[in-house]
């Protein structure tokens, strides 16, 4: 072999070697190139399910208290229209109704709030016995005010008396000229395992209500009214099962039919409410503080509290 042919044969290996070397550079310039890239998809798909978590949690949390399945626009006007205006003649024919567990008298100094009787209501949204508790109050209250803002909800699916139909006065406004009517709806119906109660936390307390309940409900049940420290009721008045497997319209709708066993528990509930808050108004107004309501004041339990 000549030394010319020697040298070209070298010269081809050292091109090749070069070649083949650069091939390797850039398999793996692009093998970095793909780790990283499926590395930041990866970082990228990660985000994205937090993200949707996050605001699907965020989503469930804000619309707990408005997540009902009940009525909405032109139905669930007819439906308030129904609630808070039950007919005169219809309340007086129910009196007691059905009611099992009739405020209860108690003493203490007089509750006030804007220089009027206060009504204080401690509850929470999934509770079925607020959820039963819900419907006397708005009839009853209607009688010396007007609400705005109620909305549907109903009861836990979990708890006892599941998923009563009934109504939330979260973000609700009530005005009257003879009462302050307050409500603290302390939880949502969405279970939070988080939580002490056990669902989603929504309102809580203050210290001179907190007092109230553990003086005249150490217990701390709930629902819990207290009508100007002048009677309180502790529990619900009647069964959650009346409202069994009724929406929000058939119920509204049976309040004017005295002889039906909606109305016989709600709005029995209903009078003696109006009873304990006439005897906070000084019977004012006469038109609705009527000797049927009341004589009703005979049926509550005597003082229990000091």
């Given at each position: 072999?000549?030394?010319?042919?020697?040298?070209?044969?070298?010269?081809?290996?050292?091109?090749?070697?070069a070649?083949?070397?650069?091939?390797?550079?850039?398999?793996?310039?692009?093998?970095?190139v793909?780790?990283?890239?499926?590395a930041?998809?990866?970082?990228?798909?990660?985000?994205?399910?937090?993200?949707?978590?996050?605001?699907?949690?965020?989503?469930?949390?804000?619309?707990?208290?408005?997540?009902?399945?009940?009525?909405?626009?032109?139905?669930?006007?007819?439906?308030?229209?129904?609630?808070?205006?039950?007919?005169?003649?219809?309340?007086?024919?129910?009196?007691?109704?059905?009611?099992?567990?009739p405020?209860a008298?108690v003493?203490?100094?007089?509750?006030?709030?804007?220089?009027?009787?206060?009504?204080?209501?401690?509850?929470?949204?999934?509770?079925?016995?607020?959820?039963?508790?819900r419907?006397?109050?708005i009839?009853?209250?209607?009688?010396?005010?007007?609400?705005?803002?109620?909305?549907t909800?109903?009861?836990?699916?979990?708890?006892?008396?599941?998923?009563?139909?009934?109504?939330?006065?979260?973000?609700?406004?009530?005005?009257?000229?003879?009462?302050?009517?307050?409500?603290?709806?302390?939880?949502?119906?969405?279970?939070?395992k988080?939580?002490?109660?056990?669902?989603?936390?929504?309102?809580?307390?203050?210290?001179?209500?907190?007092?109230?309940?553990?003086?005249?409900?150490?217990?701390?049940?709930i629902?819990?009214?207290?009508?100007?420290?002048?009677?309180?009721?502790?529990?619900?008045?009647?069964?959650?099962?009346v409202?069994?497997?009724?929406?929000?319209?058939?119920?509204?709708?049976?309040?004017?039919d005295a002889?039906?066993?909606?109305?016989?528990?709600?709005n029995?509930?209903?009078?003696?409410?109006?009873a304990?808050?006439?005897?906070?108004?000084?019977?004012?107004?006469?038109?609705?503080?009527?000797?049927?309501?009341?004589?009703?004041?005979?049926?509550?339990?005597?003082a229990?509290?000091?």
């Amino acid at each position: 072999m000549s030394r010319a042919s020697g040298a070209g044969q070298s010269a081809g290996r050292r091109e090749r070697i070069a070649a083949q070397r650069a091939a390797e550079r850039r398999r793996a310039v692009r093998n970095r190139v793909l780790i990283v890239s499926g590395a930041v998809v990866v970082i990228l798909v990660i985000v994205i399910v937090f993200v949707v978590a996050k605001v699907s949690s965020k989503s469930t949390t804000s619309s707990a208290s408005s997540a009902s399945n009940g009525p909405t626009g032109a139905a669930l006007a007819k439906v308030i229209a129904e609630t808070t205006s039950v007919p005169a003649s219809t309340l007086a024919q129910v009196g007691a109704g059905s009611v099992s567990t009739p405020p209860a008298a108690v003493s203490g100094a007089p509750l006030t709030s804007g220089g009027k009787p206060e009504m204080l209501y401690i509850g929470a949204e999934y509770c079925p016995y607020c959820a039963f508790e819900r419907w006397g109050m708005i009839v009853s209250l209607s009688r010396f005010g007007s609400f705005s803002g109620l909305r549907t909800i109903h009861s836990s699916s979990t708890d006892a008396y599941p998923n009563t139909p009934t109504w939330t006065f979260y973000k609700s406004t009530y005005a009257s000229k003879y009462l302050t009517f307050t409500p603290v709806e302390e939880t949502t119906n969405v279970p939070d395992k988080n939580s002490p109660a056990g669902y989603v936390p929504l309102q809580t307390p203050t210290p001179a209500q907190q007092a109230l309940l553990s003086k005249y409900n150490p217990g701390g049940s709930i629902p819990f009214v207290n009508f100007g420290n002048k009677y309180v009721i502790t529990g619900a008045s009647a069964l959650p099962s009346v409202l069994a497997g009724k929406s929000w319209a058939t119920i509204a709708a049976e309040l004017s039919d005295a002889s039906s066993p909606v109305a016989q528990a709600v709005n029995g509930t209903a009078n003696f409410m109006t009873a304990a808050i006439c005897k906070m108004t000084s019977n004012q107004p006469a038109s609705v503080c009527t000797p049927s309501v009341t004589g009703l004041q005979a049926k509550m339990a005597g003082a229990s509290g000091s």
